[in-house]
């Protein structure tokens, strides 16, 4: 492997319209002012929000039953971006979305702007929906306007964030919460959209805490959650679960920024639902798991781990097969964001089923290892990805597009590709 100095390794490739490249550096080091006290920090963050609420009548996306425009807002969606930079300059954001999905056409649009305007290259952008189901159907051609100004308004968030960029320590924790269920029941017909007690879950509620480094105060929380934003399916914008844990944990934390990060859960629904008083009752479960992550600082110090290092980056994609021969192959993304020794985030494009992230947490997390954190809904909408065994069994998730069983280790043999790639470039630095 060749090996270039931290200020030379930037490699760029442009396919279907996602930039692909490996980060070390992306600006300068700014840490030569800070006093004393602050430069054993080896972090920067800065935290920044904006009311993605749509004020035009639209229709909304999720739920093809729905032929009315939204006809109220029961809560505002929001869109919220927290730029981390390390000690030697290099740079990370993460862009939130109180929204169905990313569309292709927005991440280009965000990505290319950002990278225009902020030098911040596309592998270092990584953007996560919510996957709520009472947001805006944002790519339909009446919500041409909604698309032009959500995407300069995620634009000026990005640059807001980075203007923020304050000295911080981060570290990683995690607790559990049981609001999710798996939603593929085996039955004579088939596998039923049904709770299914007995199916596979991921209750784990990973939590990247952000604090000042003089005091110790809390600044913000990225946490994730692996199920389905789909409690309510009525007129009103809403961002469900995962919007009222955002907003019950800011309540608790008043000047605290909290952002939900999707995990893998395009095969797990929140039971009970259909009331508005469940979203909420979910919500409070996730935020109280959130407060569980942090609290394990205090007594269980292996399970809360300050982050250090250097942060490495990677976005690419892979061809996935479709079965039918008159598809071209899809260019599925993945990227990988690595926090030193201490944390590696695996970002999957569109809705990927739970199996992938129970698959690689046993593949890639060792005892002496970093924390590994999986999301989905990242970067790209575009129907579901199910593993191998949810194709061959059949069911709604394996019949929204006509994949083959080649799928799944295609995907999983990219991320262990990327993750050996950012781990070199790690110890490289490290070695210098």
């Known amino acids: 492997m060749r090996h270039f100095s931290i200020h030379q390794i930037l490699l760029a490739i442009r396919a279907s319209g996602i930039a692909l490249a490996i980060l070390v550096v992306s600006t300068l080091p700014t840490w030569a002012e800070d006093t004393p006290s602050v430069q054993a920090s080896d972090w920067k963050a800065g935290v920044a929000s904006v009311k993605i609420t749509p004020e035009q009548r639209l229709h909304m ?6 032929k009315e425009p939204a006809e109220g807002t029961a809560q505002d969606l929001f869109g919220k971006a927290i730029a981390i930079e390390d000690r030697e300059g290099n740079r990370v954001v993460f862009v939130t979305l109180d929204l169905i999905g990313v569309m292709e056409e927005l991440r280009t649009e965000v990505a290319t702007r950002v990278q225009e305007k902020y030098q911040l290259p596309s592998h270092a952008l990584l953007m996560n929906a919510s996957h709520t189901h009472c947001g805006p159907a944002y790519g339909l051609e009446d919500a041409k306007d909604y698309f032009d100004s959500l995407a300069t308004k995620l634009v000026e968030l990005v640059g807001q964030a980075l203007a923020q960029l304050q000295p911080a320590n981060l570290s990683y924790s995690f607790a559990r919460c049981s609001v999710a269920m798996n939603r593929r029941t085996p039955s004579e017909e088939g596998f039923l959209n049904h709770p299914n007690p007995n199916g596979p879950v991921d209750h784990t509620v990973p939590v990247l805490s952000v604090r000042n480094p003089d005091d110790g105060a809390l600044r913000a929380v990225v946490f994730g959650y692996a199920c389905h934003n789909t409690t309510m399916g009525f007129l009103q914008w809403q961002g469900d679960y995962a919007g ?26 929140p039971y009970p639902r259909s009331e508005l008083k469940y979203a909420q009752m979910h919500g409070r479960s996730l935020a109280t798991a959130v407060e ?11 399970h809360q781990r300050p982050i ?10 892979v061809d996935l097969e479709f079965a039918t021969p008159d598809r071209t192959d899809f260019a599925y993304p993945v990227q990988v964001i690595r926090f030193g020794d201490d944390l ?3 970002a999957l494009g569109t809705e990927v089923v739970v199996d992938y992230a129970l698959r690689l947490k046993r593949e890639l997390t060792q005892s002496n290892g970093p924390a590994a954190w999986f999301a989905g809904y990242s970067n790209v909408s575009a129907g579901y990805i199910p593993s191998k065994r949810v194709l061959l069994e059949g ?31 790690t110890k490289t630095v490290s070695d210098r």
């Open 61 to 66: 996306a999720g739920y093809a039953s729905r």
């Open 244 to 269: 009222y844990a955002q907003e019950y944990f800011e309540e608790d934390h008043p000047g605290v920024a909290a952002l939900f990060m999707m995990g893998c859960g395009g095969d797990q629904n």
């Open 292 to 302: 569980a992550a942090l609290e394990t600082n205090q007594s269980t110090p292996r």
């Open 308 to 317: 250090h290092g250097l942060l490495s980056s990677v976005l690419e994609t």
């Open 344 to 346: 590696i985030l695996v």
């Open 395 to 425: 069911g709604y998730e394996a019949n929204s597009r006509p994949w083959k069983p080649t799928l799944e280790e295609r995907i999983v043999g990219k991320v262990h590709e990327l993750v050996k790639r950012v781990s070199e470039v």
